[in-house]
């Protein structure tokens, strides 16, 4: 019987990342020499697409899509297909029903639909990452490293609301409202927690009294650590005005969450917190060297955490709004280090950190990895041990 816990489930995110982090030293060689990356680049792009589109039912959330993608019409059968249909009665967003409407018509195969999905992905992000640093391997590692898993293997469709944002941070920084609006309005037809993004667009490269982000960050951390539940007042006096289902969903999310769910002096906070330190830091001295936008966002997502960790429910789903930022803050840090001492302690924890982090994140038996070329376990198969599991979970919840 398989175990629910074990480091052997780790072992292909330790191999692919150990294959990473020898393609990036590769990189640094290149960089040196002032030589051309670009095929060494599209290599790790390569193995990428491989790694993430090839997947077979990996982490959670293919128990939900994977009957969604089976019970999908084809654009040809209009007898079946109507928008007051079944189709949309499954509680996703329409465009994301539709978009996926569209590659079933083209392609009935589940894995083709979820490879097409990783590839659009990826080719924003690796357009992403070019235009905006020239440590492209170090990037893809911070993207799997923080987020990129949990958002290609789990969110099938807040990864296309993710991506339509990323496309409209050009126009943010270019100041075209209009094309930005509507980017994030299409993301919001994949999921609906892309509306966060519609107002950003007017603080989001807005240059930011560091001051201020200084004392929000202490503030933050006093409300952390001590636990101060301010938040729930706010909301349930807002919901006492407001009333009716408003009033009753605050309940119900009050109930749902609570401190001490990743809350305190973590692994997580402390790295957060250095995060953070860093990047005030090297911002301070050269802010020319920063896109302002992802550091914004990233200040953005250290702040939710400090102050909405009352609610488990906040800092489990918006922060993967904005933890793409790490993707690129950390490689223009990397940048900003001109001793080569100070590099080599870097590099140094960042492969320890990457180490324990992919290891215990990935150590339960719903992370065992497998991929269409060397073979997958059958759906019946993963859905039983899926399924065995979770009641084991549940009954240990209750007892």
């Known amino acids: ?57 990996v982490y959670t959330d293919w128990t939900l899509y994977y009957q969604f993608f089976l019970k999908l019409p084809m654009l040809a059968d209009w007898d079946y297909w109507t928008l007051d249909g079944i189709v949309f009665d499954c509680g996703y967003e329409k465009g994301f029903i539709l978009y996926s409407i569209l590659i079933k018509s083209l392609f009935s195969n589940y894995f083709i639909w979820v490879f097409i999905g990783s590839l659009l992905d990826l080719i924003v992000i690796h357009k992403i990452i070019t235009k905006n640093t020239n440590y492209y391997i170090l990037a893809v590692i911070m993207f799997i490293l923080f987020g990129g898993l949990t958002i290609e293997f789990n969110l099938y469709r807040n990864s296309k609301a993710i991506i339509c944002f990323l496309l409209s941070i050009n126009y943010l920084q270019k100041r075209r409202l209009l094309p930005y609006l509507l980017l994030n309005t299409l993301g919001c037809y994949f ?21 201020l982000i200084w004392t929000l960050f202490i503030i933050g951390n006093l409300i952390y650590l001590f636990q101060i539940p301010y938040l729930s007042k706010i909301l349930l006096s807002v919901g006492s005005i407001l009333g009716g289902r408003i009033n009753a969903l605050i309940y119900f999310y009050m109930a749902d969450s609570h401190f001490g769910v990743g809350a305190g002096i973590t692994i997580g906070y402390i790295e957060r917190t250095i995060s953070f330190i860093l990047l005030a830091l090297y911002y301070q001295k050269s802010r020319n060297s920063f896109t302002q936008v992802y550091v914004n966002m990233f200040f953005i997502y250290a702040f939710i955490y400090l102050y909405c960790s009352e609610f488990s429910i906040i800092t489990l789903r918006v922060p993967l709004l904005f933890v793409f930022s790490y993707t690129i803050i950390y490689p223009q840090i990397f940048a900003c280090i001109t001793s080569l001492k100070t590099k080599r302690c870097f590099l140094v924890v960042f492969v320890l950190y990457s180490v324990l982090k992919l290891a215990e994140s990935n150590n339960e038996i719903f992370s065992r990895y497998d991929n269409l070329l060397f073979g997958i376990e059958k759906y019946e198969e993963r859905e039983k041990i899926f399924c065995n599991k979770l009641f084991m979970k549940i009954l240990n919840c209750i007892h």
Do not use: C, T
């Not at 816990?5 to 960089?31: C, D, G, Q, R």
């Not at 999921?191 to 001051?211: C, E, G, Q, T, V």
């Open 1 to 57: 019987m398989l175990q629910h816990y074990s480091y052997i489930y780790s072992v292909p995110y330790l191999v692919y990342f150990f294959f990473l982090l020898l393609a990036m030293l590769k990189e640094f060689v290149y960089l040196n020499k002032r030589q051309e990356k670009k095929k060494l680049d599209l290599l790790v792009l390569g193995s990428l697409i491989v790694f993430l589109g090839l997947r077979g039912f």
């Open 191 to 211: 999921h609906i927690s892309a509306l966060l993004y519609l107002p950003l667009y007017f603080i989001l490269d807005r240059r930011i009294n560091m001051k």
